[in-house]
């Protein structure tokens, strides 16, 4: 009966034995895989970065275009390769010269990329702010033609804090709104946010106009800046969210936002009966 015992553990110790080995040796292969593909990821990877760096894109032949494909098909989310493949589609269509779905690829990039690509990319952004802008100068030069003010001082109105050009251009129609309703002190707060001297769109009208009022306008600059004595302004038609928080009605006690078709219109109620309405980040109307 002992002996039997014996037997029985014994091939219970092997059979364990040999499972464990076999556990082992799969884990063992498994493990090499995982690191093999790993390898093989990191070599494709550092291909791929390589040979976006080094070839000449304006001048590449079709199988450049095709291996590095191939690279980000093979690759997929690996690191930054999402970033190289709309790195690569960009550099495509500018080649292809279909400039609106480039500008489309450069503004799904993440500003604060930070990659292999990373010289690369800031460049490009540079690159695709330029062509938008001049894309939309070359629009807007269509709407003057025209003599469509109302459309390009809709158009500006959100681009007003991007550029020096779009801000002059929407605050120079501004003016010319509030001067045409007689509302003179609005006309002379929007002319105040122009910088001078400028050498964009509709420069010598812009000039001009500046000129023409340049005393009132030095005194509201003073005015908004607190440069005088005379302590803080009231709010005016024209100024903007952060002027009006240094006027003398300061911070509102409630702000009602809403979402509409020309952009984002706000509230900003300190009494039943004192309201400041704001379009876009300018004060449109004040209710006191």
Request: include cysteine; aromatic fraction near 10%.
């Amino acid at each position: 009966m002992r002996t039997l015992n014996f037997l029985f553990m014994s091939l219970l110790i092997v059979s364990v034995l040999q499972i464990s080995g076999c556990t082992l040796s799969s884990l063992s292969k498994d493990t090499q895989a995982t690191t093999e593909q790993v390898i093989a990821n990191e070599n494709a990877y550092q291909q791929l970065v390589t040979e976006v760096k080094t070839t000449n894109w304006s001048k590449a032949e079709p199988k450049n275009w095709e291996n590095v494909q191939n690279l980000i098909n093979e690759l997929k989310s690996y690191r930054d390769t999402p970033v190289i493949a709309r790195y690569i589609s960009y550099l495509r269509y500018l080649k292809e010269n279909k400039i609106d779905k480039a500008i489309g690829v450069a503004n799904n990039i993440p500003a604060d990329y930070f990659g292999d690509l990373q010289d690369e990319i800031k460049k490009l952004k540079s690159e695709a702010k330029s062509l938008a802008k001049a894309q939309d100068l070359q629009y807007y030069q269509e709407l003057i033609q025209k003599g469509d003010y109302s459309t390009l001082r809709r158009e500006t109105v959100e681009k007003v804090s991007l550029d020096e050009e779009y801000n002059a251009i929407y605050n120079f129609l501004s003016a010319l709104e509030f001067q045409k309703k007689g509302i003179r002190t609005a006309m002379i707060v929007s002319l105040s946010h122009i910088s001078m001297p400028y050498k964009g769109l509709l420069s010598e009208e812009i000039t001009l106009l500046v000129h023409q009022n340049a005393d009132e306008i030095k005194h509201m600059q003073d005015l908004l800046s607190g440069k005088t004595s005379v302590g803080k302004p009231k709010p005016y038609i024209g100024m903007t969210t952060a002027e009006i928080l240094a006027s003398s009605w300061g911070s509102p006690n409630e702000v009602i936002s809403t979402m509409t078709a020309d952009g984002k219109e706000e509230q900003w109620e300190y009494a039943p009966n004192k309201v400041i309405f704001i379009e876009n980040g300018f004060v449109t109307a004040i209710q006191y």
